[in-house]
């Protein structure tokens, strides 16, 4: 209630002068110094019509100050009027106020981006990004301007120039991902891997961090680090069933290369107790039952499929794809297994189906 009165008197304290300028004087300055603080107020309280007819009185004065215009070029932005902003900049850049301002100078830069003058923008971006090396915002549009080129080293250079002149703050970790992810592309999984750690300890419930994190563990073959980061992020965003089902695969395929084999035995109401777990979102849980019914003797009453079937765990229907070729040396010996497992309850329903792909995201 206090902080609605104190925006209450501000609004009538500024009406009150703003009013006192515009009675009390005749000179055109003061009057558009009038019109200014009114259209600033409108567009602060979202009435943009109203603020551009502020403006609109300001721009028809020939003797007007360069300062409205910063006010404009964000209204222009805000009301989509991204042309007109482009046939400004020829007229502002030789004023030191607005080629010094990095807020004003991204807004050009994005209004050439988005009106197709790339080669200018990237132009204007470099000089800007020079100036201005410590500013955040301008430095993560360099960057993925550069990307959008093509030019991934370029955009490190950015990233990392950025990172020496700022201070170290927890909103920077977005660049640790994105140089992450850059490295990647490169081929550089290592490095690429200690760059998302230094984002996950800046946010450590970064989500997508977490993600990426696994999906490189993965790809280096750490798959016990893969299923823990893939867990945390099944955890951060509350359930993810493509995820869950492929973490369920990574768990059976971990076990396999332990073993050395191609064949597992699955219990069938192991695998139904821990997707129903899954769905619960209790992910820790899901994950320990199977791990631990993994490292336990082999029960009696269990299902004994090849690697390929593993590949096709389907966490969505709560059955067993089981994929085989016509040549596959496990076929009659699988089938039958299957059949067994069915007439023991253990499993809801098998489908036979072509080889499949592996998971894709």
């Known amino acids: 209630m206090k902080k609605k009165k104190h925006v209450l008197v501000d609004s009538l304290f500024l009406i009150l002068v703003v009013t006192n300028i ?24 979202g009435k943009l ?32 009027q991204i042309q007109e902003i482009v046939s400004l900049i020829p007229k502002l850049e030789s004023h030191t106020s607005i080629t010094n301002d990095p807020a004003i100078q991204l807004v050009f830069i994005q209004a050439l981006e988005k009106t197709g003058n790339r080669d200018q923008a ?22 993925n301007l550069y990307l959008k080129r093509n030019e991934p080293k370029n955009a490190l250079i950015v990233i990392d120039n950025f990172l020496q002149n700022c201070q170290r703050k927890p909103n920077n970790f977005i660049f640790y991902f ?9 081929k550089e999984k290592e490095k690429a891997r200690e760059q998302v750690t230094q984002c996950l300890q800046m946010h450590p419930n970064f989500d997508k961090g977490w993600l990426f994190y696994a999906m490189l563990e993965e790809e280096l073959g750490n798959i016990h680090d893969a299923i ?30 332990k073993n050395k084999t191609d064949m597992i035995s699955i219990d069938g109401t192991t ?33 004994t499929v090849p690697r390929s079937t593993v590949e096709n765990l389907s966490h969505e229907h709560l059955y ?11 076929t009659l010996y699988a089938k039958h297994s299957i059949k067994m497992a069915l007439e023991q309850s253990m499993l809801l329903s098998i489908e036979f189906v072509s080889p499949p792909s592996f998971l894709a995201y």
């Open 271 to 303: 695998v139904k107790k821990a997707l129903l777990l899954f769905e619960q979102k209790r992910f820790q849980e899901a994950l320990d039952q199977l791990q631990n019914y993994l490292e336990s003797p082999i029960p009696k009453a269990s299902l």
């Open 122 to 143: 990237i132009k204007k971006i470099i000089t800007v990004n020079d100036q201005h090396k410590g500013h955040q915002e301008i430095a993560f549009f360099t960057a």
């Open 49 to 80: 019509e109203e603020a551009k007819k502020w403006y609109n009185e300001i721009m028809d004065d020939t003797n007007k100050s360069i300062y409205p215009y910063k006010g404009y070029i964000y209204l222009l932005r805000d009301t989509g």
């Open 320 to 330: 067993l794809q089981v994929s085989f070729h016509d040549d596959d040396e496990y």
């Open 228 to 257: 823990k980061a893939f867990t945390t992020f099944l955890e951060l965003v509350g359930g993810n069933k493509p995820v869950e089902q492929h973490v369920l695969k990574l768990i059976l395929k971990q076990k396999m290369d």
């Open 178 to 186: 994105l140089k992450a992810q850059i490295l990647l592309s490169l």
């Open 22 to 45: 515009s009675i009390f004087s005749n000179d055109k300055k003061a009057q558009n110094i009038h019109r200014y603080m009114w259209a600033n107020y409108k567009h602060a309280g």
